[in-house]
């Protein structure tokens, strides 16, 4: 094993007992994925267990017409719910997972999932804790949509974008934003002028700057 490798799996020393590390060691490999590429797809049977060791994944559901929502952010030391109820349930995945900035991931075999449930605590505890904040930061996504208006979820939006990135620099299009936020470009570019004009962001083509302000 490279000395790569063993950082990776450092990233979840905290999380696991020395055993598991062990087992994670012997069975995982490491995938890359680059800004922008797609690591899963709606209908996509999921073939390993992915944990995220650096970057962001940006998880999001796609309806019939095509429109994608925006449900969740993956980080560093997390992994997806989604994939995890798709492995007990031997379903296919209802998911888009695309990756934020490039991300490295530690992939596991779907056979382990059931085995280290009843064999590792910390697993199990790991398992649970990623279903339970999961399933929060998608009743928040459900709460954004139904009670707030739109102005209200393009900032949090913004902001949410800003602390992943760890720049007020954003690089999307305006129709990019309406995409994840189930709108159409003009509500957005409607939105950003007025928050330019209210001097709290920069708009450039695309690319948008946070001010101070914001």
Known sequence: ??????????????????????????????????????????????????LLVKGTIKVSRINEEGQELLLYYVKEGESCAMTFNCCMLSKTSEIKGTAEEDSVLLCLPTIKMDEWMIKYPSWKKYVMTTILNRFTEIIKCVDEVAFKKMDERLINYLKEKSNISGSSLINLTHQQIGDELGTNRVVISRLLKKLENDKKLLIYNKQIKLLKDF
């Open 1 to 50: 094993m490279t000395n790569q490798f063993f950082n990776h799996i450092d990233t979840f020393s905290g999380l696991f007992e020395h055993a598991l590390l062990t087992e994670l060691e012997a069975n995982s490999m490491l995938i890359e994925v680059k800004n922008g590429n797609t690591m899963l797809n709606v209908g996509q049977t999921i073939k390993a267990i992915p």
